[in-house]
């Protein structure tokens, strides 16, 4: 017989607050000394091959608020797709490690990712996937870490292939998973949380 268990109350969940930055990220909060400099600053190093290319942009709430304290982690393949551990394909540029650790400006809310385009990557089924890197963020107001993707507007026929992309019934929500190729190797996106132009959220 199954033991009830109906009189154990729920532990009521909470937003990790400012620790998460004197944790993750104490220099760009303005404490030295922990770390040489913080884990996970570029997902690259100067010698790492391929097409440079710098992304901003802002997280925003249902409000149209920016959120200033947001900070998002990301994972991508090198320039010739592949990932930095256990790439059957073969070895990975190294001078990808693949994972950055990415805080907004605290004034601004603008964050910055210094990087270079990534490959594509095989699906399961071998077709492949247009050029992007993975996204987890938190931030105020998010209990749970939310799991999206970069995509690059310039990438239109990888895009149009994508397995991934292809999932996503509302075509016009494609859209939110774009950033805009401003010229010479910058791009811009904005994470929206909630409402109008909402950012396409994976369940992961």
């Not at 998002?72 to 551990?85: N, R």
């Not at 594509?120 to 799991?147: K, T």
């Amino acid at each position: 017989m199954m033991q009830r268990l109906d009189y154990l109350k729920e532990t009521p969940s909470q937003t990790a607050g400012p620790y998460v930055h004197i944790g993750l990220v104490p220099n760009a909060l303005g404490i030295p000394g922990i770390y040489p400099e913080d884990l996970g600053r570029a997902p690259v190093t100067d010698a790492a091959k391929g097409q440079r290319i710098s992304i901003t942009g802002r997280v925003i709430d249902g409000a149209g608020m920016v959120l200033r304290d947001a900070l998002f982690e990301t994972w991508q393949a090198d320039a010739a797709g592949i990932y930095p551990v256990n790439d059957p394909r073969g070895p990975a540029d190294p001078g990808v490690t693949g994972w950055a650790r990415v805080a907004a400006d605290f004034d601004t809310g603008i964050w910055r990712i210094d990087t270079v385009k990534p490959g594509r990557v095989p699906y399961p089924d071998g077709r492949l996937m247009a050029p992007h890197i993975a996204v987890w963020l938190v931030a105020r107001g998010v209990n749970l870490g939310l799991q999206t993707r970069i995509y690059f507007d310039d990438e239109a026929d990888a895009n149009e292939a994508c397995p991934v992309l292809g999932r996503i019934e509302h075509r016009e929500r494609v859209a939110t998973l774009l950033a805009r190729h401003q010229g010479n190797g910058q791009y811009q996106i904005d994470f929206r949380l909630q409402g109008e132009g909402e950012t396409v959220f994976f369940d992961m």
